[in-house]
């Protein structure tokens, strides 16, 4: 595939965007919604899939899309094409707070499996496609179901994830156990399996779940500090504490409050 090499900033800390550079002629495809601003010059399409050169004709552009909709991801990707006689630039933010990372496809091998949702832009002909988990008990338990986000190529491509980011170098069978949902990325020699905490007491008491994700080297993993389910989570349950009144919300004292509250 031919892609399109180009240049990148990133700004921000806990709240990243990416700012890219394209010369005459380049694009670069966002997932739908992730565009934060662009210089005049820039014009915009919206197509079916990822645009790729994987696929041509209707049928193509019509398995692309339908790939993508099993990762839970809409049917369309915006392409933004440098149209103008100088340099130019478009960035993309994401939708929630975290970290932006810049992968390389080429020094990676030409694929990377990532969580659902984690795509965010890449160059234009990086191809965004699925992957399904091959052991039974990681689709069910491993956080991430059946289905993980593909990229191929040998172009850039930026995955968003939330808190802080850690990538790990794991030598071959070195072994690493993660919370099922911190699991980012990993290359395609990455074993991927889940793995029972270990007693019944852990499991129900230890609030990490029934489950561990295990990972086996050879390869390299990106970890995320806060998925965005424990997040929305947390948020729910003080929601639900610290009721609908006042500044006293979240709080212990405004949580007690609440319960001698008269309508």
Known sequence: MAMDVIDYRLFGDDM???????????AAVGEAGTMFYMEDGIAMDTIFGDGSSQQQGLMGKLFGAGKRLLTGESLFTTVFYNRAEGKRRVAFGAAYPGKIIPVDLSKLGGTLLCQKDSFLCSAKGVS??????????????????????????????FIHAGGAIIEKNLMPGETLRVDTGCVVAFTAGVD??????GNIKSALFGGEGLFFASLRGPG????????????????VGASTIGGSSGGEQGSVLGGLGNLFERD
Do not use: T
């Open 16 to 26: 990243q965007f990416v700012e890219i550079e394209l010369d005459p002629g380049e």
């Open 128 to 157: 965004l496609g699925i992957a399904l988990q091959r052991k039974l008990g990681a689709g069910f338990f491993g956080g991430e179901g059946f289905i993980l986000q593909k990229l191929e190529g040998d172009g850039m491509a």
């Open 192 to 197: 991927f399996d889940i793995q029972y905490v």
């Open 220 to 235: 390299k993993v990106w970890l995320q500090s806060l998925p965005l389910a424990r997040l929305a989570n947390r948020i």
